[in-house]
């Protein structure tokens, strides 16, 4: 099948496969003439590449993946290892953001209790307070 076909079954761009093609993410595919010809095991490799960046993938970790594994089969033991280290990253951050929205629950209640009670924030957080801003401080570093 030719790219457009590829493009529309796979869910992609013909653009995209141009790019996955060239940072090589697809192999080059077979040419009749000057036309490229895809296999169903390249719209497969498109279909998994789309859903791996929609699941928090960027093209790099891809290109880990799947680099001097340049065939039809995708290599699936680099794969359950890559996807195992996306999960752990990600509970990573889902206890960061549960610890921060607490924090935000937290100071949202000093706020509302203290309201009217003193004449500067200031006053009002004192110390207590900055346990709640330290959370949000260290999701925020880079790493």
């Known amino acids: 099948m030719y790219i457009g076909k590829a493009a ?3 869910g992609t761009t013909v653009k995209a496969i141009r ?3 060239a940072i090589g993410l697809l192999p080059a595919p077979q040419r009749q003439g000057q036309y490229r010809v895809y296999s169903a095991q390249s719209v497969e490799r ?3 590449i789309k859903c ?3 699941l928090g993938f960027k093209l790099k ?3 880990q993946i799947l680099q001097d594994h340049p065939g039809d089969v ?3 033991e680099r794969a359950d290892q890559a996807i195992a280290a996306k999960k752990q990253a990600l509970a990573t951050q889902i206890a960061t953001l549960q610890k921060m ?3 935000l629950q937290a100071f949202e209640t000093q ?6 009670q003193y004449s500067t924030p200031t006053a009002l957080l004192g110390n207590k307070a900055m346990a709640h801003c330290t959370v949000a401080m260290q999701a925020n570093e880079p790493r």
């Open 8 to 10: 529309q079954l796979s």
């Open 74 to 76: 995708l290599p699936w």
């Open 52 to 54: 791996a960046q929609q």
């Open 101 to 103: 929205h607490e924090g």
């Open 46 to 48: 498109l279909m998994f």
């Open 19 to 21: 790019h996955y093609e």
């Open 111 to 116: 706020l509302k209790d203290a309201q009217g």
């Open 61 to 63: 970790e891809l290109q």
